[in-house]
């Protein structure tokens, strides 16, 4: 069973198949870790189904939200054991005189996030060392350093995680792909508030993008025969 089961359908599978979509990609020598959004303004500060999460922000993604930081969390200290690379887009604080444009006009509310809304969720927050990248946009890569980051790093592969899927996380795993970046996206890793366009968007960037798979088969590909290569290039 994969994320998209029951919602592509099998002609659809088939299609993309015959097509030559879906080939692995693999990993490169040193990877990256990305959690794209990962705040209370998408989750909550409590864990509540989604109804009762949009109470508080009403971009929140409320259970699904935190069902995938729960899967990060593993991830992220295992890639702090590694030594590895960490950083975090997120969405910086709105200015309402001067960052409405046109996701305010899509999205009026996201003009209405209290400053503990930008915070990072505690259980997945950076520490020391990670690297912070505010953007304005839904890409991690539109306006941000984050290509300049990488480089320094010396990272040829990205683990993103975040959400939404259909939204940052689909842009930022496009343009990383646009970059000749592998990819690897964690799918219990990512959330949205719509499950069909989860599933459908996994689907498609498993498809033409990135290697999606369980967090526990990217866990297990981190620590394969790349992870000394790995270890090695940061010391």
């Known amino acids: 069973m994969r994320p998209w089961t029951g919602i592509i359908s ?21 990877a990256a870790l990305l959690i794209i959004d990962v705040q209370y303004r998408t989750v909550g500060t409590e864990r509540l189904p989604y109804w009762e999460a949009i109470k508080e922000y009403p971009t929140a993604c409320g259970d699904v939200g935190w069902a995938a930081v729960d ?5 992220l ?35 209405t996030i209290d400053a503990q809304g930008y915070e990072f969720v505690e259980e997945v927050a950076p520490i020391k060392g990670d690297v912070l990248l505010p953007k304005k946009h ?5 306006g941000t350093p984050l290509v300049s980051h990488l480089i320094d790093l010396g990272a040829d592969t990205l683990f993103v995680t975040g959400c939404t899927t259909s939204g940052c996380v689909r842009s930022s795993v496009s343009d990383a ?9 964690p799918e219990e890793c990512v959330y949205d508030r719509s499950p069909t366009s989860h599933a459908a968007n996994l689907w498609d960037m ?14 297990a590909l981190l620590q394969g ?3 000394g290569a790995a270890r090695a290039a940061g010391e």
Do not use: W
């Not at 200290?77 to 200015?95: C, S, T």
């Not at 839904?138 to 539109?142: D, I, K, L, R, V």
């Open 225 to 227: 025969p790349t992870a």
């Open 206 to 219: 498993n498809a033409k993008y990135a290697d999606v798979m369980p967090t526990d088969d990217a866990v």
């Open 138 to 142: 839904p890409s991690a890569f539109f």
């Open 10 to 30: 099998d002609e659809e599978e088939r299609r993309y198949d015959a097509a030559g979509f879906g080939r692995p990609s693999g990993i490169g020598s040193r």
């Open 77 to 111: 200290a295992e890639f702090r054991r590694l030594g590895l690379p960490v950083l975090y887009p997120h969405v910086a604080p709105k200015n309402v005189d001067t960052d409405s444009g046109r996701l305010a006009e899509k999205v009026p509310a996201i003009m």
């Open 71 to 75: 899967h990060i969390q593993p991830l």
């Open 177 to 185: 792909f646009a970059y000749n970046f592998k990819v690897v996206v």
